[in-house]
């Protein structure tokens, strides 16, 4: 594991995108997984640029959506997959065969999990997983507890995760489930990086990166991952300078 950090969001979004982009320059059928969430929001608009400015040809890479609560799609705000598609898929057009995300309105969302894990197997094993860090220290919707050991699984989420989740919507709404890309792909990932932003994370990322590896802190398995980046702003880095 590598640990950078940057001066401010602003830095850590353009050298994200012109990271992303430099690994689909090397294999341009790479197949990526990456959150949602308020953190790489900006990352995304500025990978968005950074196509448009054909300076990455993005055609014949892949595209698997991380997690998603459990009885909501695309199509309905607040939901995960509604903030991928807006800041990321529906602006670079990609065709359908180019995403796959969970359908967490599907009766059978085991199925759901044995289609995300047939992508990942099928293509290799992911090439990038970038995802963020919760208030609890859950990667993706991988709670405190979770088995490093999972590969997509449906999990009921912890009451910090579905308070912060309220912010994502325009009105309280009932979250108690998710499905979730799990951490064995993590683990296999050829590259993985955790981006972390703002002084109110600065606390659990400590404990992540200078505490022991359990599952009672998720974010802990980057210390792990011989390719793992850990990517924070000055604010979330604050009580990590010696690393």
């Known amino acids: 594991m590598t640990f950078h950090q940057f001066p401010d969001h602003a830095t850590l979004s353009q050298y994200t995108a012109e990271h992303i982009a430099a690994i689909i320059n090397q294999k341009p059928d790479a197949l990526l997984c990456l959150a949602s969430g308020d953190t790489p929001i900006e990352t995304y608009h500025r990978f968005v640029d950074l196509v448009k400015a054909d300076k ?24 995960c997959s509604y903030y991928v598609f807006r800041d990321l898929f529906t602006p670079l057009n990609l065709r359908p065969d180019q995403v796959h995300v969970f359908d967490a309105k599907a009766d059978d969302l085991q199925a759901e999990c044995a289609k995300i894990d047939a992508v990942i197997k099928a293509k290799g094993g992911l ?17 405190p507890g979770t088995p490093f050991t999972l590969g997509c699984h449906v999990v009921d989420l912890a009451e910090s995760t579905i308070t912060v989740g309220q912010k994502y919507f325009e009105k309280e709404t009932s979250l108690t489930q998710g499905i979730t890309v799990g951490l064995r792909h993590l683990t296999e990932a050829k590259e993985v990086i955790l981006l972390v932003s703002g002084a109110k994370k600065a606390p659990v990322l400590r404990d992540a990166l200078r505490g022991p590896i359990t599952e009672e802190m998720p974010a ?23 690393v």
């Open 127 to 143: 090439d990038l997983l970038l995802v963020g860090m919760g208030m609890n220290g859950h990667i993706a919707l991988n709670e």
């Open 56 to 79: 990455v040809d993005i055609s014949q890479c892949t595209f698997v959506g991380l997690d998603e609560w459990v009885g909501f799609g695309p199509e309905d705000f607040g939901s």
């Open 220 to 242: 802990s398995i980057l210390q792990t991952h011989a390719n793992g980046q850990v990517w924070v702003d000055e604010a979330a880095g604050s009580l990590l300078a010696d």
